[in-house]
Each structure stands twice: as structure tokens, then as C-alpha cells.
């Protein structure tokens, strides 16, 4: 049906959507090809299939997805882990519009724009893009009266990603990053758990995309807000280097120190629930990258809400042991009740648990 | 053309949601059903009703309702079961986060985390519900049997509650808050209301858990200072299930046996309940006994009242952090007992408590002083201290706007009163339970 769209001619066109009004599926036969409608995003459901959006060229198995015109990729420093899986980011800007620049927090995306993010997995995780399947992808729309979020699923032939309002679920057994056999329960998430996540208050917020976040890893890769702002994509970033950008420390960069590398991973996979206006506000507990080291970052900490996700021990951080914080017990577990975070994930992230328990370690006991 | 041919028309171009009226359809179980319900309320709009029918519904993930005005309906706790026995995601068996939702007449079972949970929900209703783990009292069981959080307006009405690690029916940095005719049994806490205000808990039934009803007002959390909460004409008896609460956790430290706790809340009015074969202690009054750092935090009961309960058999076995403070008095404690904290950071306030009980009511003040507190200071007595200079007055009763059961200016003399139906159902529940129970060899002195 949607090969017969994108045939030329009128009559071609007229044939086709006599046949989608018949089964009900007329909004698939849009102008497929010339990009996304600006109008499409602005109000309106969701579309049945990613496709109708038109971010991408058509896509194909084991082919990387190209995009359209003003749909750009980027990338981050730091990724919330989500059982391993690579996730490849674009944004889509409607013609005329720029990201506006904020030092703090995530970047002011004009109304109708789009940020796309879509997850796959690879059959072994020592080479996470080698043969990787795309599973998911996670559609962001900043609409006038705010962001709505919508998933969805690719199809086997990964030619096309269906809405799914109620999530999936997908069985993945994989070579782990360790080698060994890793079996994976990997959860898309439905809508209102899109909004667990990226909840302020009561809107929808993007999180990854901050100045800090979409910095350059090392001093001497290309700067994407430099390139942005060269092509008038961002606007009110001061002209010049970027130095008054603090830059997000690497989590996986070995060679720079530990605890700025843990606030960081807390940042990116907890703070979007555990801030004062996210989904754990009740919890007091507050693991963003600007809470000073205290009882609100879980340092001597006693739960509250926990209940056996605490296991045996009596502080969210206990300075000195990770073997006894119950931060580290519930990055550690798998069990729903337990877990954290509650959502994305079905193993643990080995990475950040080492990081953390790492960080917990080297904190004084007078932090107590 | 005729109606027949439109809804054929219709069907054919997957149009139905149009012209049926799918909002109104009943939810089956079986194969589907949880993706179904799951979509069902991811869909619905103000004013929906999703309906479930009676059976067995299985879910392998938590659900969610996020929309405003919204009920959810079974057709009974016994009748509909939603059980979550297969759970592999979710901290919760259903979450709730829009305002204005009903939620009445089915059963959560076996939740790996809290079982029905609302945050940020105002004027939420849970009516005829019941949250169940089935293998009894487990570590292992979910925190919270019905949890509402950071909301304004919460009603809880015949909702029974067994076997949550933490408390069956617990409302967290809420207020305005009615939680009656229900019953908790065989949860670490039976009720607790903690870092709340304005709340009414009468009319349940606590029994079998480790410690009853417990207002507790705890630090460290962005909404504290719980005050004017009302505890009358509960029935509270036989709280003698071991506390099986991870250690961490604040609930951990209540005292089997316990029946009715205050801690460090506010104008609390304590009356009319019926307490029985609670073996610690029917009512305990205490300060947040560990050391805090939050400074904007008061650790220290005050105003708290106590008059009209009645007292039963009790306080033979006492439990927990006052089993060695018992012994040293003949391994019993009295109906009531203070740990006698009026002092915190230097300063001392008179008016933590007012026992009003008729002078035949035993009565302890540990003489503990200060806290954070050291155990090893008790310095018991048996003097009440002195009627508060403040003369605390009683919180008046909470109205919710969306109560059914809430007086009605326009009501007519003579109209049944809804609350006394919910006696009936109340006092006949307690004479059944009776019935279970040995006579006592004496009752209340």
C-alpha cells in the first residue's frame, strides 16, 4: 500500500487513496517523500505508522535510517541505559524554526518540531551496531500546548515501526558485553510510562538534549551546537568557542575521575524521576547533578516508600559501602518491586553499578 | 441509505469507534484482556467509565491511568480479580495520576511492588476494593496495599487490605482525607497516615497486623508537619502478627502488638476506639526517636488527645524496642504509653499530650526526655503530665466535595444516613470477628 503511494502520477495517486479510504487508512497516503507535514505534527492523533511522519527514507533491513531534511542526527555524552540497546537520535526542525539555547536544563525546541529516538539491539553486545535489529522507536512532538509521546514498534521486516500506545514486549537472547549468554525481557514502554519518565510537573519534557549533554566528548571532536548554530538550527548560543558550556563528564571515560562520572550516570538515569517535580518527588530523594552531597542525595538517607526494595540495609548511600546502600541494591536487582529504575530496563547496567558502588566507596563516613 | 448500511459502511472502514459505543463496553478476561484494559486507558476520556467484568484477569506489567475524570469499575472485590502474579515490570499494580478518579469494585492481588498507587491524584476515591498478597505476611510482599500520595482530597471507603510489608492503607503528604469502613489485617501497619493533614480514619476494622493505625510524621520528605488528624470509633484488636518489615524502613521499629502509634504529628484526636489484645501497648505516643539533620523539621508530637476509647485485655507481652523497658517494669505495660519526649534541640514544649481517659486507665510516661532518644534513659513513671495551657481543640470533621456520603444541604429529615449503613456493616463485621476470638478471662479494668 505504501510502495503504491510513492508511485508518480495522479492517477496513481487517485487509485490509491480510493484503496486506503477503504480500509480506513487514509492518512498513510501523505506527500511520502517530501518530508515531514509541518501540520501533521502540529495537531492531530498519532499517525498508525512511523513512516506516514516521513522523517526517514524508506527503510530496509540491516541499513541504517536516513534521514529527510531537517531531521538531524546527534548524539549524547551520556544515554539512560535501557538493556543495552543502541539508540540512534535525530531531531526534526520545521522550516524557519531554531532550537533556542539554555545553558541549564534541555534546549527550547520550537513548536512543531520532533525529537525521534530509536532503540535496536545487536545479537552481541561486544559489538552493540553490528547486526543490530531496530525494536523501537520513541517519537517526542512539541506541540503548542506541550510534548506528547508516542511509541513505536518496528516490524520484522524492519521496514516500517507501528503505534503502539500499549508498548510490546520482546524476548532477547543475546551475547552479553561479558560474553556469556544474556537473556533479555525488553519492555517498549506504553504511553503513560513515556510519561513516568519524562514527566515535569504535570507536562512532558525531553531529557537527554542539555547544553552540557550535547557537548563534544573530547576537545578535539566537532562541537554539535557549533554546527548547529552555524546552519541557524540554534539560535542565542553566544558566537565563539563554548566555554561557558560545562561539559557532561563521559561515563564511560575511564581515564577521568570517579565521582563526577557517577553524578553523572545518576544524572542521566535517575534524576528524571527523582527531582522535585518528577515522578519520585515523594521520595525526598534527588540525584541530579546539581544537588549538593546531602541526606537529599541519599546520603544517610532512610527510606521512606521503599519497602523491600531496601533489602537489609538502613541508608539509601551509606558513606564507604556500597554493599550496604540500598542505592546500589536496587541498580543491582532485577525485580520488579526492587528495581530501579522501574521502567526500561529487565538486566542490570554492569557499568553503572560498578561506577556507583565506586563512588559510595570513596565517600567519607563523616558525610554521615 | 438505511442505518444497517451505514454501521456496515461503517465497520468496513474501521470506523466503529465512531458510531458504537465502545466506551461503554465491558472488559472480558482471558487472552488480550490485559492490553486491552491497558489500551482501554491510555484512551479514555473525561467522564469514561471502563468496566470490568467479573473473572480472573492476568497482567504480566504494571497499569496506568493517567486521564482526568475517569472510573474504573468491577464488579465486585470477590467478583473481578485483577492478579499480578506474573509481574515482571512496574513498581506498582496500577498507577494513577490523573484527578477526579473512582476506582471501585475489583480485586489487586499479589503486586511484586504497592498495589494501587496514586500520585499527585486529588479528590481520588477507592471504594469496595481489596488489595491481597495471598501467601500471607511475607518480607517479600509489596510496601503499600492502597497508596495515594501528594494529593488533595482522598477518599477510602470499604477497602480491605492483607499482607503489605509496609501499610495496607497508607496516605502519604496528602490532605484532605477520609479512610473508613475498611479493614486492614495481617500488614506490617494496618493503616498510616504519614506527613499528612486534615484527616478523618473511623469505622475500620485493624486487626492480625503488627502494629494498627499510625500517624507518623517523618523527615527528609518535601511535604512534612502532618497535623488535625481525627482516629475514632475504629475497632482495634489483636495486632499480633510479627513485624516482618525490611529493617530499613521506619515501620520496622513499631512494636508488635502496637494498636494505635502517633509519631511526631500534630493535633492528633485519638477517641471512641475500641482497642483489645494488643500485646504491647493500645496506644503509644512518641517523638521521631533518630538523629535527623533535616532542619526544617520538628520531630516532636504536640497536641495530641486521647479520650472515650475503650480499653480491653492488652499490654501483657510488650515487643520489639520496649520488650526490655517491660521487663524492667514486670514484663507488662499499661493501656497507654508516652515516651515522655517534650524536648528537642534545647527546646521543651508543655503540651505533647493530653490523656483525658477516665482516671482507671493505666498510664506511662517513660521519662525518656529528649530526643533522638536513648533507651537506656527511661526513667518510668506513672504520673500523667499536666492538661496542655494550649487546651487543643478538636480538628473539625472533613468534607470532601465528592464524598456521596457527605451531608447534603438539601437533604430532607428522615433520608437514610449513608454513614449508618456503613455502621451496620462495621459493628455485624466486628461481631463476627468476636466470635473467632476466646473469651478473654477479664476484660477492661
Avoid at chain 1, 509521546?149 to 524492519?158: D, E, G, K, L
Avoid at chain 1, 504511553?191 to 552540557?212: E, F, L, S, V, Y
Avoid at chain 1, 524521576?273 to 534527588?286: D, F, P, V
Avoid at chain 2, 527511661?378 to 456521596?404: C, G, K, N, T, Y
Wanted: charge should be negative.
Amino acid at each position: 500500500m505504501i510502495a503504491r503511494c510513492g508511485a508518480p502520477g495522479a492517477a496513481a495517486r487517485a487509485v490509491c487513496i480510493i484503496a486506503a479510504a477503504a480500509t480506513g487508512l487514509l492518512t498513510a497516503c501523505a506527500d511520502r517523500g517530501a518530508g515531514p507535514d509541518p501540520a501533521r505534527l502540529l495537531a492531530g492523533p498519532p499517525p498508525s505508522s512511523l513512516s506516514v511522519f516521513d522523517f526517514f527514507e524508506d527503510a530496509a533491513s540491516g541499513a541504517a535510517l536516513m534521514p529527510r531534511p531537517r531531521v538531524e542526527g546527534y548524539t549524547l555524552v551520556n544515554a539512560l541505559f535501557s538493556d543495552h540497546a543502541v539508540k540512534d537520535r535525530h531531531v526534526y526542525l520545521p522550516p524557519g524554526s531554531a532550537i533556542g539555547y539554555r545553558e541549564d536544563g534541555v534546549l527550547e525546541f520550537p513548536v512543531g518540531s520532533a525529537i525521534l529516538k530509536t532503540f535496536s539491539l545487536a545479537p552481541d553486545l561486544r559489538d552493540p551496531s553490528r547486526g543490530a535489529r531496530r525494536i523501537e522507536t520513541r517519537v517526542l512532538v512539541r506541540r503548542a500546548e506541550g510534548w506528547v509521546a508516542w511509541p513505536y514498534v518496528w516490524n520484522a521486516a524492519q521496514t516500517d515501526a507501528t503505534y503502539a500506545p500499549v508498548g510490546a514486549r520482546q524476548t532477547w537472547d543475546v551475547t552479553g558485553p561479558d560474553g556469556k549468554p544474556l537473556h533479555i525481557d525488553y519492555r517498549v514502554p506504553n504511553q503513560n510510562q513515556c510519561k513516568t519518565c519524562h514527566q515535569r510537573g504535570d507536562a512532558i519534557t525531553p531529557i537527554g538534549p542539555t547544553a552540557r549533554n550535547l557537548r563534544a566528548v573530547h576537545d578535539d571532536a566537532p562541537e554539535l551546537l557549533a554546527d548547529w548554530r552555524a546552519r541557524g538550527l540554534l539560535k542565542g548560543l553566544p558566537s565563539g568557542p563554548l566555554p561557558t558550556v560545562e561539559r557532561a563528564p563521559a561515563v564511560a571515560d575511564a581515564s577521568s575521575p570517579v565521582a563526577p562520572r557517577a553524578r553523572a550516570w545518576l544524572d542521566i538515569n535517575c534524576a528524571h524521576c527523582h527531582q522535585r517535580a518528577g515522578s519520585a518527588s515523594n521520595s525526598g530523594l534527588y540525584l541530579g547533578w546539581d544537588e549538593p552531597e546531602g541526606t537529599a542525595l541519599g546520603i544517610g538517607k532512610r527510606p521512606v516508600a521503599a519497602g523491600r526494595g531496601a533489602g537489609d540495609a538502613l541508608f539509601v548511600i551509606d558513606p564507604g559501602h556500597p554493599e550496604r546502600s540500598i542505592m546500589v541494591h536496587r541498580m543491582d536487582s532485577v525485580e520488579p518491586g526492587v528495581a530501579m529504575p522501574e521502567l526500561g530496563r529487565s538486566v542490570h547496567d554492569p557499568v553503572g553499578v560498578a561506577l556507583v558502588s565506586a563512588w559510595i566507596a570513596a565517600l567519607p563516613r563523616a558525610a554521615l | 441509505m438505511s442505518s444497517t448500511r451505514i454501521a456496515a459502511v461503517a465497520a468496513l472502514l474501521g470506523l466503529v469507534t465512531a458510531c458504537g459505543k465502545p466506551a461503554d463496553s465491558v472488559i472480558q478476561p482471558g487472552a488480550g484482556a490485559a492490553e486491552a484494559l491497558q489500551r482501554r486507558l491510555i484512551e479514555a476520556k473525561p467522564g469514561d467509565i471502563v468496566t470490568l467484568a467479573a473473572g480472573r484477569f492476568e497482567f504480566t506489567d504494571g497499569l496506568s491511568l493517567d486521564q482526568s475524570k475517569v472510573t474504573i469499575r468491577g464488579a465486585g472485590p470477590a467478583q473481578t480479580i485483577l492478579s499480578f502474579k506474573g509481574q515482571t515490570g512496574a513498581g506498582e499494580g496500577l498507577l494513577v495520576t490523573g484527578d477526579d478518579v473512582t476506582l471501585e469494585g475489583f480485586a489487586v492481588e499479589d503486586t511484586k511492588g504497592d498495589g494501587i498507587k496514586s500520585k499527585g491524584a486529588d479528590r481520588i476515591t477507592y471504594r469496595d476494593l481489596r488489595v491481597e498478597w495471598t501467601r500471607g505476611p511475607d518480607p517479600k510482599n509489596g510496601a503499600y496495599g492502597v497508596y495515594p500520595v501528594e494529593s488533595t482530597g482522598v477518599l477510602i471507603e470499604r477497602v480491605s487490605v492483607s499482607g503489605a510489608s509496609d501499610a495496607g492503607i497508607y496516605v502519604g503528604q496528602s490532605r484532605d482525607i477520609i479512610v473508613r469502613g475498611s479493614r486492614a489485617e495481617l500488614n506490617v501497619a494496618g493503616i498510616e497516615i504519614e506527613n499528612s493533614s486534615n484527616a478523618d480514619v473511623h469505622d475500620n476494622i485493624v486487626t492480625r497486623n503488627a502494629g494498627g493505625i499510625l500517624v507518623f510524621d517523618l523527615p527528609d520528605l518535601p511535604v512534612k508537619d502532618g497535623r488535625a488528624i481525627r482516629v475514632f470509633d475504629n475497632q482495634v484488636f489483636a495486632n499480633d502478627t510479627p513485624n516482618f518489615a525490611p529493617p530499613g524502613n521506619i515501620v520496622a521499629s513499631v512494636p508488635s502488638g502496637t494498636g494505635i502509634m502517633v509519631m511526631a504529628a500534630s493535633d492528633v484526636h485519638v477517641f471512641r476506639n475500641h482497642l483489645r489484645l494488643n500485646r504491647t501497648a493500645h496506644v503509644l505516643v512518641a517523638a521521631y526517636f533518630l538523629p535527623t539533620k533535616d532542619a526544617a523539621y520538628d520531630p516532636l508530637p504536640q497536641r495530641i488527645v486521647l479520650h472515650d476509647n475503650f480499653y480491653g485485655p492488652g499490654g501483657d507481652d510488650p515487643q520489639g524496642m520496649l520488650r526490655p523497658v517491660a521487663r524492667a517494669m514486670g514484663g507488662r505495660l499499661p493501656p497507654v504509653v508516652w515516651d515522655g519526649v517534650d524536648t528537642f534541640g534545647g527546646r521543651t514544649i508543655p503540651d505533647v499530650l493530653d490523656m483525658l481517659e477516665d482516671g482507671s486507665v493505666g498510664f506511662i510516661d517513660l521519662g525518656l526526655g529528649s530526643t533522638p532518644v536513648d533507651l537506656t534513659a527511661a526513667r518510668p513513671r506513672i504520673q500523667r503530665p499536666a492538661p496542655s495551657p494550649s487546651r487543643p481543640v478538636e480538628p473539625p470533621p472533613v468534607h470532601l466535595a465528592f464524598d456521596p456520603a457527605a451531608p447534603s444541604k438539601t437533604g430532607t429529615p428522615g433520608d437514610a444516613d449513608p454513614t449508618d449503613v456503613l455502621h451496620e456493616i462495621i459493628d455485624a463485621a466486628a461481631r463476627l470477628k468476636e466470635i473467632d476470638k476466646p473469651a478473654p478471662s477479664k476484660d477492661a479494668p
